[in-house]
Each structure stands twice: as structure tokens, then as C-alpha cells.
């Protein structure tokens, strides 16, 4: 692999689902974390972001989430610049997006099947309609035996697992994970990669943070690497 010298800003299409036009972010009065990020997903496409540990990659998922607004530049989600929208609209895109965080963010007053079965509430399924996927799931990521089990008593690795269950669940548009195989072992991240490949097959954008070269040189995807709070595209050798 090798590194483009200077970020180059990437051709647009209509077909981007998630675009960044020039975008800083700075915390506070600090300096900027991401600087003139410009940044286009093509829907159905997997993507791969590096960069050293404080790069900015956490931030940049953020982003992509609308859990950050951008100090300047312009983000984009399906086609729509995010920052012209009501928050209403921004709760409906984010709807649209599974995502796996460093910490889980699972809810430890739900079981783990109600954890997972989560997003497909909030869409307003009924019950029977996911009972049997959000079992076979669990079964899939090794936690069938753990339905009842409060998150508090899972291991990080099974935490993780349940995590990643409930961003894929919904089937979401856009799958974003920061570091998801950081706490599994090497035969339960390779399920877990299997199973991101196969929610990108099924037209899921995918865009996975990870130091992890192993995982990377797994799946044939694109790689986008932060350094310096600049974005370049790795090309391939
Ligand atoms: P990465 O995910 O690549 O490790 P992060 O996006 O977590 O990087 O962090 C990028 C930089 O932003 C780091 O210097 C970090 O300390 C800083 N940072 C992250 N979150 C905050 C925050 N909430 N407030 C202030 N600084 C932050």
C-alpha cells in the first residue's frame, strides 16, 4: 500500500450517500481535529478508516452520524445537506444508520434481546414480525444462550457481539463501527467481517474505524486513512 501525497478532494456523484465538503471540526477553542476533510461514500461501498490512535476517527463516525455538527465545510446524507434540516429530519436519518461505538452504548435495564430488538421498536414493528431474526442473530453471534442477560454481565467481547447485532438488525442503510473487533478473538472477528460482507452484498454502505492491518487485509475495500487531521485514500500497490 501506498499513500497519496495530498488529500485529494474525491469525485462527487449523485450516488454518494454520505459527502463532506471541506468539513472542519475543532472541540472548544482547540485546534482542529479534521481539517478540509472532503469525503465521498458511494452507496454499497466498504470502507475501511485508519489512522493512528487521537487521528480523529472517532470524530469523524461522529460526524457521519450527525452526532457533531461541523465547524465549517458542508456534510451531506442521502443527497441532503444535514445542515438545512430540522432535528426531527436528522432523527430520521440517524434511524437510518446502525452503529457500533467503542463503549456499545447498550442499555443495561434491557436484556440483551431487548437491546437488539431495539431499533426495530423504535421503527414501530410489532413483535412476532422479528421474534424469530432477532433470535437467529444472537444465535449467529454466539449469544443465544445470553437473551435474558443483562448487558452489565456480558464480557467486552460479548458486549461487543451484542452491539454489532443491534446496529445490523434494521438492516440499516449505512453501517458504521468504530473499532469492532477490538475485543474478540480472531475466529469470532472473522464472523463478525462475514457478517458486515454480507450486509454491504445486501447494498449497506459500510464504513469500519480500526488499527487492525489483519482485519483490513481481509476484505477487499477501500481504505481511508487519517494523519495530521487530513484524510487520504490509500492506493493500492
Ligand atoms: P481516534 O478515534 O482516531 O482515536 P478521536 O476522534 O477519538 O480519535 O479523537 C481525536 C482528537 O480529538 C483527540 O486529540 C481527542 O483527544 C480529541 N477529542 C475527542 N473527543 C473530544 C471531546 N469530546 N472534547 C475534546 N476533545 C476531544
Redesign the pocket.
Known sequence: MSMSSSPEPQKLSTQDIVRFDRVGLR??R?PE??SDIDLSLRAGTFNFLT????????????LVYLALQPSRGLVSLFGQDISRLPEKSLGDMRRQIGVVW?DFSLIDHLSVYANVALPLRVQGAAPQTYDRNVRELLDWVGLGQRLDASPRTLSGGEKQRAAIARAVISKPKILIA??PTGNVDPEIGHRLIRLFGEMNRMGTTVLI?THDRGLIDQVPARVLH?QDARLYEEVPS
Do not use: C, I
Request: charged letters at 20%; hydrophobic letters at 30%.
Open positions: 472541540y472548544g482547540g481535529v479534521l489512522g493512528p490512535s487521537g487521528a480523529g476517527k472517532s470524530t469523524l463516525l461522529k467503542q468504530d473499532e474505524a487519517l
